[in-house]
């Protein structure tokens, strides 16, 4: 699996950005897929996810109510929309993909995804 992000860039706070990561394989609508981020000198944290067919979603507790994670499956696709963006969303973001079933507890764990894209860099200037 490959995955493809795309959609960073710098926006002012209040603002909004679409991301986008385009992933290859056939058995995409299987996969849990997840958008992580990190900023400068932090850990890597968990920003939503989303279940394969079904499309059950999850959120940090920190973007819950201006991001919006969702997928394209006939286009093997998966979106984060974010809205209403402040400084502190300034990171390194990331599509990850699980292949395997995840229970709710696990889903904010790194170690659960498989592969991982190679980042688009989110600026938000106050």
């Known amino acids: 699996v490959q995955l493809q992000a795309s959609g960073g860039g710098l926006v002012q706070a209040g603002g909004s950005l679409r991301l986008s990561c385009a992933a290859s394989?056939?058995?995409?609508?299987?996969?849990?897929m997840g958008w992580f981020r990190q900023a400068p000198g932090k850990e890597r944290e968990f920003v939503a996810a989303i279940r394969r067919s079904a499309g059950s979603t999850y959120y940090a507790g920190s973007v819950k109510g201006r991001f919006t994670i969702s997928r394209d499956n006939a286009k093997n696709t998966v979106f984060l929309q974010m809205s209403s963006l402040k400084p502190d969303d300034t990171a390194v973001y990331y599509c990850?993909?699980?292949?395997?079933?995840?229970?709710?507890?696990?889903?904010?764990?790194?170690?659960?995804?498989?592969?991982w894209g190679q980042g688009t860099l989110v600026t938000v200037s106050s």
């Open positions: 990850a993909a699980a292949t395997k079933q995840i229970i709710v507890s696990a889903i904010t764990l790194r170690r659960q995804y498989d592969y």
């Open positions: 394989g056939r058995t995409f609508s299987w996969y849990t």
